[in-house]
């Protein structure tokens, strides 16, 4: 592993019109649970489907209907909580959270609140290199989704659209350990990228499938310490809750307002009431939805319609033998294998389409120079165009195929961008050694017709080579001119090597 220093989370500090304050975060992320079929019926979860045609007769509250449970959402559930080293709950039980809502058929969600599946957990939070925070996860717990109302297609009415109702969601409520809105991003980031790399959510903010509340309360200098000493949350101040925040760069902005709106009340005098509040992008400002519930205000019980869930160390054990290298582990492969610099690790690491394909192009190559050309050229590339990893019209044994060819000294860096250029645009799919070869772009390794451009070059500038010799830094002049003399085909190395020895450096 990474030799990471774990710091004291430290606090945003907020200085108001009086006094200075702190931040103080808690969140609750709502991941999809990546299955094609929901958490209690066997209905589609495609997306983008079109309304209410991936509904089954559970999923719209039809009389006599009963819930059954998907066995692969359990087990996506406790995949998850390893990835998080959290502790799996053998026995755990639904729960019924009773409200009403024109998307919710049943007049309920069945959920968990008393006997999760997960329980105590963490997330190493990267805040730069050799630097992390940990935050812990009070439990995770699984639920069904609801549907979607539409307001936006008709003036005078509003549609409702089941496809979501019933879809396979797991709720992961950290504690209060979050100090400010770079962090609350980077950790919802880092939740996203381990859930990723195990296959049990995708992560896609934009289509609801990852969607984090927010808690977001102040507290003057020196409070929280208290709280962590104690446990006692009046410390914290009141919260307030941002709902369904679905962007890293919306979390920090909603964090923000939030925070200064909470100050200004309490340094006027006020107190701030705890409700649930959305955040407004375009305004940039948070707003009241609704006084915030506690559980007794969702009226719990037991959901009669299934029993409690009992699950065996024994399969528990086979899913844990059966998880993938996590983003963590991979990085500190990465620089411990390759010799890459750690944040080089953690960008080539961020996605595990990235990681593989680094992997592919660096498989018996020199590492740094890889991930040198995936960074730079690829990454670069692909940024520019708004493209994925897979789109990538180089792929990674071409690119292995340039780093083959400078290895053996058949090209120049400048040619390995050529060439890379070429393969990009002209000619993709080709090998690189024939591309290279069809359009010239062999390095001139002769050594008798790079001593002959040397002298030719050292001849014509006899003003030069007294300069050179008396500041040697100049001898960089002539490998240019004989580079250029050779149409950038000669060996750098060699040119330098002999106009050094012509020039009796």
Not at 208 to 213: C, E, I, K, V
Not at 250 to 279: H, K, M, P, S, W
Not at 441 to 452: F, H, S
């Amino acid at each position: 592993m990474l030799d990471l220093t774990f710091e004291a989370p430290k606090p945003k500090v907020i200085s108001g019109a009086r006094e200075d304050w702190e931040l103080v975060i808690g969140m609750e992320v709502h991941a999809q649970i990546s299955s094609k079929a929901k958490l209690f019926s066997g209905a589609s979860t495609t997306f983008g489907a079109e309304p209410n045609s991936n509904v089954s007769f559970v999923d719209a509250a039809m009389p006599g209907m009963l819930p059954v449970i998907n066995e692969f959402c359990i087990e996506q559930a406790v995949r998850t909580g390893l990835g998080l080293k959290a502790k799996i709950n053998l026995f755990s039980a639904f729960d019924r959270k009773n409200y009403f809502y024109p998307d919710l058929p049943q007049g309920y969600q069945i959920s968990q609140l008393y006997h999760p599946i997960v329980g105590e957990g963490e997330v190493i939070v990267d805040m730069g290199p050799g630097v992390a925070r940990r935050v812990r996860i009070e439990r995770i717990h699984i639920e069904q989704d609801a549907g979607k109302s539409i307001h936006d297609l008709d003036p005078s009415m509003s549609f409702v659209d089941l496809n979501r109702t019933g879809v396979a969601l797991m709720e992961i409520v950290s504690r209060p350990d979050i100090r400010g809105p770079e962090e609350a991003a980077a950790y919802v980031a880092k939740l996203r990228q381990i859930m990723r790399y195990l296959g049990t959510c995708d992560g896609n903010m934009q289509n609801g499938n990852l969607r984090a509340d927010v808690n977001v309360s102040v507290c003057r200098p020196g409070d929280y310490e208290k709280f962590r000493e104690t446990g006692d949350h009046s410390y914290l101040g009141t919260r307030c809750e941002i709902k369904n925040m679905n962007s890293m760069r919306f979390i920090q902005q909603a964090i923000e307002y939030e925070a200064r709106r909470q100050i200004a009340i309490l340094e006027d005098g006020g107190t701030v009431e705890q409700e649930t509040r959305l955040y407004d992008p375009d305004k940039g400002e948070t707003r009241s939805m609704r006084s915030k519930e506690e559980a007794h205000d969702y009226r719990y019980f037991p959901c009669p319609d299934l029993l409690p869930l009992e699950i065996e160390q024994d399969w528990v054990d086979a899913i844990a033998a059966s998880m993938p290298e996590l983003p963590d582990e991979k990085k500190a492969r990465f620089v411990r294998d390759y010799g890459v610099t750690e944040y080089d690790a953690g960008v080539l690491t961020a996605e595990l389409e990235s990681a593989d394909f680094f992997e592919e192009v660096a498989r018996g190559r020199d590492g740094k120079q890889a991930a040198n050309w995936v960074i730079n050229e690829l990454f670069g590339r692909l940024n520019k165009q708004g493209l994925t990893i897979g789109e990538s019209p180089v792929s990674a044994d071409q690119l292995g195929g340039i780093l083959d060819l400078i290895a053996k000294g058949e090209i120049s860096g400048k040619m390995a961008k050529d060439l890379f250029e070429l393969l990009w645009t002209t000619e993709r799919g080709a090998d690189p050694a024939e591309v290279a070869q069809r359009h010239g772009m062999k390095q001139v390794t002769d050594t008798a017709a790079i001593e002959a451009a040397v002298d030719e070059v050292i001849a014509a500038n006899p003003a030069q080579v007294e300069k050179a010799k008396a500041n040697p830094k100049l001898a960089g002049w002539f490998v240019g001119q004989v580079l250029k003399a050779t149409g950038g085909k000669a060996n750098p190395a060699l040119v330098n090597q002999l106009v050094t020895q012509k020039l009796g450096l």
